[in-house]
């Protein structure tokens, strides 16, 4: 089975259209016509995705999602909405979604967000509970960027770039942020940021280290000089020091091989770094 999925709709034909896409194609599939029925079966039974209609009566979505939260806080969640305003998907946003659904939707869509959501858990990408950097006042300043670039082609760049300027790095919450203002699928978002190495998942110290491995970097000891900053800092590759003063990774070729080695600082190369006197180049952040 591809996964175990509960469908939450107070419409028997949102439940009905739902069971008839996703079962045929190996997901198994439990319906509740309320939010009381679902927040039971999820009591009972463990669920790769639950997806859920926001404006349902008695309990809307919203209230679902926070105490579906607190039985499971990983529990991935898809939101169906008739009505799909800003107010709505910002709030079910909050509640980290991994993505939502506009009534009516195709029969395509709805498999499109359902592999994805069930692939994101498969590769431990998680609503996570509280996020570095991703404070209410910065996801504000987030919204702006999306306001400014939504209706210009090729936005998705330019407000990854600006978000990863915000925030530091770009985490699922802020992808599906992104997701949700442009109106595209998070897989798209996803599939953007992993491509391009300049775009970041971790979170990054304030100075952070990039040392070459490229063939050209390493043949004239590359190695050594990644060793020298992870045992003179204390801190592994793809580690942040414990002040969060600097962060260290290895990338393959910067463009740069007739300097190299090269190391990378912030924004600044420095080429021909001899690796016993590595370290001198923190000098200056002292
Ligand atoms: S191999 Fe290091 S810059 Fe090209």
Redesign the pocket.
């Known amino acids: 089975m591809k996964g175990n999925i509960l469908v939450v709709d107070d419409e028997q034909i949102v439940l009905k259209s739902c069971e008839r896409i996703l079962s045929p194609e190996g997901y198994g599939v439990d319906t509740a016509t309320s939010a009381k029925e679902a927040l039971s079966l999820l009591d009972k039974n463990f669920y790769d995705l639950v997806i859920t209609d926001i404006k349902m009566p008695e309990m809307d979505g919203i209230e679902f999602m926070k105490q579906a939260r607190q039985k499971n806080p990983d529990i991935n969640i898809i939101v169906i909405t008739g009505y799909p305003s800003q107010e709505s998907i910002k709030e079910a946003l909050r509640l980290r979604i991994i993505d939502y659904l506009p009534k009516p939707f195709s029969p395509t869509h709805l498999l499109e967000v359902t592999a994805n959501a069930i692939e994101l858990k498969k590769r431990g990408i998680i609503p996570e509970p509280q996020v570095e950097n991703y404070t209410e006042e910065v996801a504000v300043k987030l919204d702006a960027v999306i306001d400014r670039y939504r209706h210009k082609p090729g936005s998705l760049i330019p407000v990854l770039q600006e978000a990863q300027e915000l925030v530091g790095y770009l985490p699922p919450v802020v992808q599906r942020h992104i997701a949700g203002g442009l109106k595209i699928p998070v897989s798209e978002v996803h599939g953007v940021v992993s491509f391009y190495s300049f775009f970041t998942m971790k979170p990054k110290g304030k100075h952070n280290i990039r040392v070459?491995l490229?063939?050209?970097?390493?043949v004239k000891g590359?190695e050594e000089i990644v060793k020298k900053f992870s045992d003179g800092l204390k801190l592994e590759v793809g580690g942040i020091t414990s002040d969060k003063k600097f962060s260290l990774e290895t990338v393959?070729?910067?463009?740069?091989?007739g300097?190299?080695?090269?190391v990378v600082i912030d924004k600044d190369t420095h080429g021909s770094i001899n690796p016993v006197k590595t370290l001198d180049l923190l000098k200056e952040f002292e």
């Open positions: 070459c490229g063939t050209a970097c390493y590359a393959r070729c910067l463009g740069a091989c300097l190299a080695p090269v």
